[in-house]
């Protein structure tokens, strides 16, 4: 075979230095060829689907977190056992010279004195007509029996003093030993160290059943509480 490439002369002979220029002219082309062809990269995405998809997963997490929210507002809580509903009670103020007729047990509410109970801590038996106007404005209140350990009674006293809307009085001839009682709910206990005492005051005070939440009861009525 003959040969007639830049290599080889016309007679096949081999030809050094032409062959070096034409392997070198080859490279420089090739080369070329490469360092112009345009390079494939992967398509980044644009800065505004990024926002869009960051937008979209803040909204997603705010709609699940407003939806546990709201699932815990709107549940029930568990009922304290032995709790006493009285459902709607008669309302309005008489003259203070009227008295309502108790028994083994403080009143929940009805129509009651114009002037309410100042809340805190009373050595004394008070008016139930005062104290039901503090109720309604939202008081818890915590009654004893006169001959109440007084260990078990400074408990109370230690966990009324200083707090608004409680009031803790003695009431003579109550059944049990302890009684709490705010707008048309009551519960009794044997012992001051029972965990729903807490239940009962934290569910309450100014609580669900109360007609006039916040109204005062710290100052403005009747009554000197101890310090």
């Known amino acids: 075979m003959i040969f007639s490439s830049p290599c080889f002369g016309f007679w096949g002979i081999w030809h050094y230095s032409q ?9 420089d ?7 112009t062809r345009p390079v494939r990269s992967r398509p980044n995405p644009s800065k505004d689907t990024i926002r869009t ?18 699932v815990l507002i709107l549940r029930e809580p568990a009922p ?32 009651h004195h114009n002037t309410w109970q100042n809340c805190g801590i009373y050595e004394e038996s008070i008016e139930p007509e005062n104290a039901i106007h503090s109720m309604e404005h939202g008081a ?7 001959d109440l350990p007084p260990a078990q009674l400074e408990l109370l006293q230690d966990r009324v003093r200083g707090e608004p809307y409680l009031l803790l009085s003695p009431f003579p001839g109550q059944r049990s030993p302890v009684v709490l009682t705010a707008w048309a709910v009551q519960l009794e206990v044997e012992s001051v160290d029972d965990e729903r005492v807490e239940l009962f005051i934290r569910r309450y005070r100014l609580g669900p059943t109360t007609p006039e939440r916040g109204n005062a009861c710290g100052s403005g009525g009747v009554g000197n509480p101890i310090p």
């Open 29 to 35: 082309y090739f080369g070329l060829a490469m360092e």
């Open 19 to 27: 062959c070096l220029s034409w392997f070198t002219v080859m490279i």
């Open 140 to 146: 818890v209140w915590i009654t004893y029996q006169p």
């Open 80 to 111: 304290i056992p032995g709790l006493q509903l009285y459902g709607r009670q008669l309302r309005g103020h008489h003259n203070n010279t009227t008295t309502i007729e108790t028994g083994v047990l403080p009143p929940v509410g009805g129509v």
């Open 53 to 70: 998809k960051t937008i979209w997963t803040v909204i997603g997490a705010a709609i699940v977190a407003f939806g546990v929210f709201v």
